[in-house]
């Protein structure tokens, strides 16, 4: 198509409410759709978390074709400050939290039709131009992504990594997997397995009524092994907690979301979360305990493995670990696919400022931090 899609900028709730079925519509036929995109995800973070990050307002760029959404970027203004000088940030919905309650979406980006990847990427791109912002901030976009691309030709748009997601290829079944592992860790996964069936451990999905008692599981087993390490745990933060909770009552278990737990006499030894688009699953969240009376060494590992397996009899192609790096997470993978962040800065006196701020706390905590340590010094010598 040579003709440009036509713009339209969304600002305002009942008007984003206005397009949902269309939003939806758009996901399903998308080969880049992710959980993040879709319009539950993103409805849910703004009703939560909008009330205390989005004061700048939703800037949602939709681009149509007559009456046909045609592609979408989910952004919003966040300011930071008070006053005519608050420093104003452009960045995608469900970014841009505090780190003690960020919800961390992986994949988010221009949601499109194929086809129309470069004609509505560089319309976003003049789009977000003509856009009233001091900073920009997109993250975490696939390196391959048609806003990048978009992007390159434009030097006032920065590109960073932001690392990668390890990904398992189910596509040719469970044991296609497993033979495509490394013989150490091909033999130690089947071992884990017949241990934990050994065991007499089960993994248990969990249908509508068993949701709330397994995400329960999640946030119990999630707290506890990280209030042991001296540390709050995600869902320590309430609005963490309510967001999850809200696309619970949104979503119904499996067809989206997965709520998985590996069981022994009852008890959950492991607990997963997750969501399934587009035959892809993505493992969101997880919490591991103690597997005592049984056998295993790893019951996170054996969890995993149990519920790929059960994946991949019910179709689902790719189990993504999500962005981090671990040898775990090597180990069980073949495939990474990498994350970057879009950004760009305006030079005008409200950044000035900013960064004046910015490197006013920093010289402050090096001053203390220095001042603590002689006071320190000296109360050891007068002793």
């Known amino acids: 198509?040579?003709?440009?899609?036509?713009?339209?900028?969304?600002?305002?709730?009942?008007?984003?409410?206005?397009?949902?079925?269309?939003?939806?519509?758009?996901?399903?036929?998308?080969?880049?759709?992710?959980?993040?995109?879709?319009?539950?995800?993103l409805r849910c973070w703004w009703e939560v978390y909008g009330p205390a990050y989005g004061a700048g307002g939703l800037r949602i760029v939709t681009f149509w074709r007559g009456t046909h959404l045609v592609a979408v970027a989910p952004l919003y203004l966040q300011l930071e400050g008070r006053g005519p000088l608050a420093m104003r940030y452009l960045r995608f919905l469900s970014t841009g939290e505090a780190e003690f309650e960020e919800t961390c979406p992986d994949y988010l980006d221009l949601l499109c039709l194929p086809g129309e990847e470069a004609a509505c990427a560089s319309a976003f791109w003049e789009a977000v131009d003509r856009m009233e912002w001091d900073a920009l901030e997109l993250l975490d976009l696939p390196s391959g992504s048609p806003?990048?691309?978009?992007?390159?030709?434009?030097?006032?748009?920065?590109?960073?990594?932001?690392?990668?997601?390890?990904?398992?290829?189910?596509?040719?079944g469970f044991e296609a997997y497993l033979d495509g592992l490394s013989s150490k860790t091909r033999m130690r996964a089947r071992q884990e397995m017949r241990k934990a069936a050994q065991s007499g451990a089960a993994l248990e999905l969990a249908g509508p009524e068993e949701v709330a008692s397994s995400f329960a599981d999640l946030v119990r087993l999630h707290q506890a092994r990280w209030e042991a390490e001296g540390k709050p745990g995600c869902f320590a933060a309430p609005r963490f907690t309510r967001f999850h909770e809200r696309l619970l009552q949104e979503w119904s278990a499996p067809e989206r979301v997965v709520l998985a737990r590996l069981a022994h006499e009852g008890r959950a030894i492991v607990a997963l979360y997750g969501f399934v688009t587009a035959g892809k699953f993505d493992l969101y969240q997880l919490g591991v305990g103690a597997a005592d009376g049984t056998s295993m060494h790893s019951p996170g590992m054996a969890a995993n493995l149990l519920l790929m397996e059960r994946l991949a009899r019910d179709g689902v192609a790719r189990y993504d670990f999500l962005r981090g790096d671990s040898a775990f997470k090597r180990s069980l993978t073949g495939e990474l696919t990498e994350l970057v962040m879009?950004?760009?800065?305006?030079?005008?006196?409200?950044?000035?400022?900013?960064?004046?701020?910015?490197?006013?706390?920093r010289l402050r905590r090096r001053l203390q931090r220095a001042w603590q340590g002689r006071g320190g010094r000296e109360g050891r010598t007068s002793a």
Do not use: K, Y
């Open 1 to 41: 198509m040579n003709a440009a899609p036509t713009l339209r900028v969304i600002q305002d709730v009942a008007a984003w409410d206005a397009i949902r079925e269309d939003w939806q519509a758009l996901h399903r036929a998308c080969p880049n759709a992710s959980t993040p995109l879709d319009f539950v995800w």
């Open 147 to 172: 806003l990048r691309t978009a992007a390159e030709g434009r030097g006032w748009i920065r590109a960073s990594s932001r690392g990668s997601c390890p990904i398992a290829r189910l596509e040719a």
């Open 342 to 361: 879009l950004a760009a800065t305006r030079l005008n006196l409200r950044v000035l400022l900013a960064r004046g701020r910015h490197f006013g706390g």
